[in-house]
């Protein structure tokens, strides 16, 4: 089809205006009626967490961005692990046995001292191996730095993926991590390194971190992550306060979460699924938010969210969640 020298205007300038802000347009996924499939710690349900053969398990399903979480060590190296601590349902030491209870913090061990577990095999009989019974072992994986991941994405000429990333502190234990500002500044001198700030965006639950990280790269979305459940409630919103979590924003001043992050300068809203409704969906497209929604693995709970219109979804299982986004694309075809 032919473009009329209006169009090709109109398309100069958007040219030039995803140079200059290309972050913004290349946060989520690039149509607007797709949805930004993410593959949560790779794709915990059917390989080791955090670790490089879970993130490349992702990048084979064709996931649009690899979840993750980071801690940093006590020489100041970037990793790629949930956990403070190491953890005993994932952990064996360099003889090959299981750790008997919660392990070190991560950032009291040196990059070396990491090594020499292997987090390649889950603990039978475990909580955490009856929930993910299709996950595959892989044993001698070690937990890797975060300019790992980001070479071996390069090593692949994936110029396409994104990246979903976490900073993990925890108000009630400042003692197991960097603070929230330095862990920031980390995080994001190696984001710059590599290259990758432009494919990034950063995620907390811990809000105080997200707040560092919009002084330090506001050039870099960040994601508020948010639950309301008994098992956990960093919203805290039957409070007379605001939460620790929540770096001083309080629901009662703002009414809804969305608003909450909103006011915090959020780029996305990440609320457990479970918590999501349409009316809080509306208040967040209202608002101008990504909603990107965590942790869906079954095809109940991933329809429910996709009917909503959420423009993302977290998942153990990109193979499931991804055949069920291309069976609903199809079945939408005239």
């Known amino acids: 089809?032919?473009?009329?020298?209006?169009?090709?205007?109109?398309?100069?300038?958007?040219?030039?205006?995803?140079?200059?802000?290309?972050?913004?347009?290349?946060?989520?996924?690039?149509?607007?009626?797709?949805?930004?499939?993410?593959?949560?710690?790779?794709?915990?349900?059917?390989?080791?967490?955090?670790?490089?053969?879970?993130?490349?398990?992702?990048?084979?399903?064709?996931?649009?961005?690899?979840?993750?979480?980071?801690?940093?060590?006590?020489?100041g190296v970037v990793v790629i692990h949930h956990d403070l601590a190491l953890n005993p349902d994932i952990a064996r030491d360099r003889d090959g046995k299981r750790l008997e209870k919660k392990g070190p913090p991560i950032h009291?061990?040196?990059?070396?001292?990491?090594?020499?577990?292997?987090?390649?095999?889950?603990?039978?009989?475990t909580n955490y191996a009856?929930?993910?019974?299709?996950?595959?072992?892989?044993?001698?994986?070690?937990?890797?730095?975060?300019?790992?991941?980001?070479?071996?994405?390069?090593?692949k000429g994936d110029q396409r993926v994104r990246f979903n990333i976490e900073i993990k502190t925890h108000p009630a234990f400042p003692d197991e991590t960097l603070a929230p500002e330095p862990f920031a500044q980390a995080l994001i001198a190696e984001i710059r390194r590599a290259g990758m700030g432009g494919r990034a965006t950063i995620q907390s639950f811990d809000w105080r971190a997200l707040q560092a990280a919009q002084r330090i790269a506001p050039e870099i979305p960040t994601v508020y992550l948010s639950a309301q459940q008994s098992w956990f409630?960093?919203?805290?919103?039957?409070?007379?306060?605001?939460?620790?979590?929540?770096?001083?924003?309080?629901?009662?001043?703002?009414?809804?979460?969305?608003?909450?992050?909103?006011?915090?300068?959020?780029?996305?809203?990440?609320?457990?699924?479970?918590?999501?409704?349409?009316?809080?969906?509306?208040?967040?497209?209202?608002?101008?938010?990504?909603?990107?929604?965590?942790?869906?693995?079954?095809?109940?709970?991933?329809?429910?969210?996709?009917?909503l219109g959420v423009d993302g979804i977290i998942t153990d299982r990109p193979d499931l969640m991804k055949k069920l986004v291309e069976e609903r694309k199809r079945r939408q075809l005239p």
């Open 108 to 125: 009291a061990l040196t990059f070396a001292e990491l090594q020499q577990y292997d987090v390649g095999r889950l603990k039978p009989g």
């Open 233 to 307: 409630d960093n919203v805290g919103a039957a409070g007379p306060e605001a939460s620790r979590w929540t770096a001083g924003f309080h629901l009662g001043e703002h009414g809804s979460v969305p608003a909450m992050v909103k006011a915090a300068g959020g780029a996305a809203w990440s609320p457990y699924y479970g918590d999501l409704d349409a009316e809080k969906m509306k208040i967040a497209k209202r608002l101008g938010l990504k909603v990107v929604v965590w942790t869906v693995n079954d095809a109940e709970a991933g329809g429910r969210m996709l009917d």
């Open 1 to 75: 089809m032919a473009i009329c020298g209006r169009d090709v205007r109109i398309e100069r300038r958007i040219a030039m205006i995803h140079t200059m802000f290309g972050v913004a347009f290349t946060l989520f996924a690039s149509v607007a009626t797709a949805v930004d499939l993410q593959g949560h710690r790779g794709a915990r349900g059917l390989a080791p967490e955090n670790t490089l053969p879970a993130f490349a398990r992702a990048l084979a399903l064709g996931v649009d961005t690899l979840e993750l979480d980071t801690g940093v060590t006590r020489d």
């Open 130 to 155: 009856e929930r993910n019974p299709d996950q595959q072992p892989v044993d001698g994986t070690r937990i890797p730095r975060l300019a790992d991941l980001f070479a071996m994405v390069r090593d």
